[in-house]
């Protein structure tokens, strides 16, 4: 996936559902069925989580920081509890990684924000 600086994230919601559809190629997809979370080399190793307009701003500055512009998404579905109606923080085997790479222009925009 490649992303530009004005890339809202409902955008990159989107972009990062089609990539789980074209995937996993689940029934019914829902961002809210799966936890995305980035790690990025050198700055950020620890995985850090993608849910919300603040976190994916968080991810464009940490890529930012690099000179290669990588960025490595992992995304896990959550898988629901026959007994129960609510998503259990376990996780299915399933696991997609993708990497991102930003445009020059999105590493200018990151870079002045610092």
């Not at 919601?13 to 995937?23: C, E, M, P, R, S």
């Not at 997809?29 to 995305?36: D, G, K, P, R, V």
């Not at 896990?76 to 790479?101: N, W």
Request: aromatic content about 8%; hydrophobic content about 40%.
């Amino acid at each position: 996936m490649k992303l530009e600086p004005e890339e809202p994230f409902d955008t990159w919601k989107a972009q990062l559902l089609d990539h789980i559809h074209k995937t996993l190629m689940p029934n019914v997809i829902n961002f809210t069925n799966y936890e995305a979370m980035f790690t990025v080399p050198h700055v950020s190793m620890a995985p850090m989580a993608i849910a919300c307009d603040e976190e994916y701003t968080d991810m464009l500055e940490c890529i930012g920081r690099t000179k290669d512009l990588i960025c490595c998404v992992f995304v896990q579905e959550r898988q629901q509890m026959p007994s129960s109606k609510v998503c259990r923080p376990v996780y299915d085997i399933y696991l997609l990684l993708m990497t991102l790479y930003l445009t020059e222009a999105c590493k200018r925009e990151c870079s002045r924000g610092k």
